[in-house]
T-cell receptor
Framework: GDSVTQMEGPVTLSEEAFLTINCTYTATGYPSLFWYVQYPGEGLQLLLKATKADDKGSNKGFEATYRKETTSFHLEKGSVQVSDSAVYFCALSEVRDDKIIFGKGTRLHILP | EAGVAQSPRYKIIEKRQSVAFWCNPISGHATLYWYQQILGQGPKLLIQFQNNGVVDDSQLPKDRFSAERLKGVDSTLKIQPAKLEDSAVYLC??????????FGPGTRLTVL
């Protein structure tokens, strides 16, 4: 079945560092890909998405490119802030339905 | 626009007790989801409603879990009797059919 694998955390960086969180997926069809963020004490929020190969999703300085050849959707940000500290989930949803399959999440700590 | 509301935010019970969670989706959202998020894992779909009908409950442990969505608006999720392994965050989400899911803040359940 479909699945999502993302790098284990926690990831600890200093403010203004470059961030990469790796995500790869397995799917039978042509899924849409997502990154969700969960700030402490809050629910999941959609951070960005891409619906087809080579699409780039971006939001709040974060970017991720849908790479069909490597089945990847890595999350990047050029300069992280303390306020980016949260748990980040990579996820996919097949076109045939709207069910979301999540990775295990990566906890990010940004030090001032 | 008000978001997805859930209550209670926290619940502590003894094993074999019963517990119920409540969710009020965003107004007009026909689709409602309940997810279970165990510590260190991504959310896992338990049940999906379309209006007041069940679309998918294949991952719901029906011997102890039940859910209903009367009148196609609010929903309750019940666990009876609870086990230690039910300790998790229970997330409710809603969406317009085929569009982005919006998540509530979740209910953190601890079973002692």
């Amino acid at each position: 079945g479909d699945s999502v694998t993302q790098m284990e955390g926690p990831v600890t960086l200093s403010e203004e560092a470059f961030l990469t969180i790796n995500c790869t997926y397995t799917a039978t069809g042509y899924p849409s890909l997502f990154w969700y963020v969960q700030y402490p004490g809050e629910g999941l929020q959609l951070l960005l998405k891409a619906t087809k190969a080579d699409d780039k999703g971006s939001n709040k300085g974060f970017e991720a490119t849908y790479r069909k050849e490597t089945t990847s959707f890595h999350l990047e940000k050029g300069s992280v802030q303390v306020s980016d500290s949260a748990v980040y989930f990579c996820a996919l949803s097949e076109v045939r339905d709207d069910k979301i399959i999540f990775g295990k999440g990566t906890r990010l700590h940004i030090l001032p | 626009e008000a978001g997805v509301a859930q209550s209670p935010r926290y619940k502590i019970i003894e094993k074999r007790q019963s517990v119920a969670f409540w969710c009020n989706p965003i107004s007009g959202h026909a689709t409602l989801y309940w997810y279970q998020q165990i510590l260190g894992q991504g959310p896992k779909l338990l049940i999906q409603f379309q209006n007041n009908g069940v679309v998918d409950d294949s991952q719901l442990p029906k011997d102890r879990f039940s859910a209903e969505r009367l009148k196609g608006v609010d929903s309750t999720l019940k666990i009876q009797p609870a086990k230690l392994e039910d300790s998790a965050v229970y997330l409710c989400a809603s969406s317009l059919e085929g569009y982005e899911q919006f998540f509530g803040p979740g209910t953190r359940l601890t079973v002692l």
